[in-house]
T-cell receptor, first 112, second 112 residues
C-alpha cells in the first residue's frame, strides 16, 4: 500500500464551483501535512500547511482527520487560475526533518 | 532570494552518455533533496542531504546514479551511463527545519 493516496481526477468544474479533494495516508504516526500546487510543466509550490484544528486561507480550507487518516482541501468560488495539480504531502515522525511522502496529485481544471 | 537554482533546464542526450544535473539551494537551508517526477510514478525522492551529508539515499535507483554535495551551496546528481528509462523531470529542493520545501524549476531530461 502506498504511503499517500489521492484520487488523480481529473476534476472539471465551472468557475464559481466548490470542489474538494481528499488524500489518505497509511502511517498513523505521521507528523505534518501540507498541500502543494503544481502548474503544468512547473515545479510544485507550497499552497498551505494543514493543522489539526483545520485552517483557512482565503478561498482554501484544509482539514485533517487523524482518526480516519485523511486530509482534505476545499476550494470555494473556483477561479480559472486554480487549474493545476494539487499534491498532498505527509511527513513522518522520527527524524529532525522527517521523511516526506508526496501523493500522485489530483488534477483540477476550472472552465469558464 | 533567487530561490533554488537548477541547471540545465533541459537536457537531451543519447543512451550511454553521462549526465550531470546541478543545484544551488536557498542560502541558509541545510536540507537538500533530489526528486524525480514521471507520469507513471509521480514524485519520487532519490536522496537527501543534511548539512552536506547524505542522510537517505534509499531512493536512488541503482549504481548508475550518484549525488554529491561538496559544500552548502552546491549539489550534483550524476547518471552514468544514462538510459531511456531515466527520462523524467528532476527537481532539486531545499528547506530548513522551520521552512517548507522549496523546489527549483527542474531539469527535463530526455535520453534517446
Amino acid at each position: 500500500r502506498k504511503e499517500v493516496e489521492q484520487d488523480p481526477g481529473p476534476f472539471n468544474v465551472p468557475e464559481g464551483a466548490t470542489v474538494a479533494f481528499n488524500c489518505t495516508y497509511s502511517n498513523s504516526a505521521s507528523q505534518s501535512f501540507f498541500w502543494y500546487r503544481q502548474d503544468c510543466r512547473k515545479e510544485p509550490k507550497l499552497l498551505m500547511s494543514v493543522y489539526s484544528s483545520g485552517n483557512e486561507d482565503g478561498r482554501f480550507t484544509a482539514q485533517l482527520n487523524r482518526a480516519s487518516q485523511y486530509i482534505s482541501l476545499l476550494i470555494r468560488d473556483s477561479k480559472l487560475s486554480d487549474s493545476a495539480t494539487y499534491l498532498c504531502v505527509v511527513v513522518d515522525r522520527g527524524s529532525t526533518l522527517g521523511r516526506l511522502y508526496f501523493g500522485r496529485g489530483t488534477q483540477l481544471t476550472v472552465w469558464p | 532570494d533567487a530561490g533554488v537554482i537548477q541547471s540545465p533546464r533541459h537536457e537531451v542526450t543519447e543512451m550511454g552518455q553521462e549526465v550531470t544535473l546541478r543545484c544551488k539551494p536557498i542560502s541558509g537551508h541545510d536540507y537538500l533533496f533530489w526528486y524525480r517526477q514521471t507520469m507513471m510514478r509521480g514524485l519520487e525522492l532519490l536522496i537527501y542531504f543534511n548539512n552536506n551529508v547524505p542522510i537517505d539515499d534509499s531512493g536512488m535507483p541503482e549504481d548508475r546514479f550518484s549525488a554529491k554535495m561538496p559544500n552548502a551551496s552546491f549539489s550534483t546528481l550524476k547518471i552514468q551511463p544514462s538510459e531511456p528509462r531515466d527520462s523524467a523531470v528532476y527537481f532539486c529542493a531545499s528547506s530548513s527545519p522551520v521552512t517548507p520545501l522549496h523546489f527549483g524549476n527542474g531539469t527535463r531530461l530526455t535520453v534517446t
